[in-house]
């Protein structure tokens, strides 16, 4: 089982910047692909960014140019940096991995927890 622990949401003006991070947790396991989803109230989750384990990178319109997606494969952690921020981002952000479980080689995908990320205007 891996486990994805994100942290670094909180409340931010129009403008400000944050940055979430992603750590997951387990063993005999291989991270591929990580990213961010997000989830608005009365919506559904989107994704926001994704990042392979080579560190190519995908986007979505409403976020280019704004939000950086990083990983850090050593630490098996991944990093989105957030900045001009809108109230519109304001949403519950969830980290996304997908792994293989080495012993059994499967590929599954994990989700963490979500953290709430407001955007005041």
């Known amino acids: 089982q891996v486990q994805l622990v994100e942290s670094g949401g909180g409340l931010v003006q129009a403008g400000g910047s944050l940055r979430l991070s992603c750590a997951a947790s387990?063993?005999?396991?291989?991270?591929?692909?990580m990213g961010w989803y997000r989830q608005a109230p009365g919506k559904q989750r989107e994704l926001v960014a994704a990042i392979t384990r080579g560190g190519n990178t995908d986007y979505s319109d409403s976020v280019k140019g704004r939000f950086t997606i990083s990983r850090d494969n050593a630490e098996n952690t991944v990093y989105l940096q957030m900045n001009s921020l809108r109230p519109e981002d304001t949403a519950v952000y969830y980290c996304?991995?997908?792994?293989?479980?080495?012993?059994?080689?499967?590929?599954?995908?994990?989700w963490g927890q979500g953290t709430q990320v407001t955007v005041s205007s």
């Open positions: 387990g063993s005999n396991f291989v991270i591929t692909d």
């Open positions: 996304n991995a997908k792994a293989v479980k080495l012993t059994v080689m499967i590929l599954n995908i994990y």
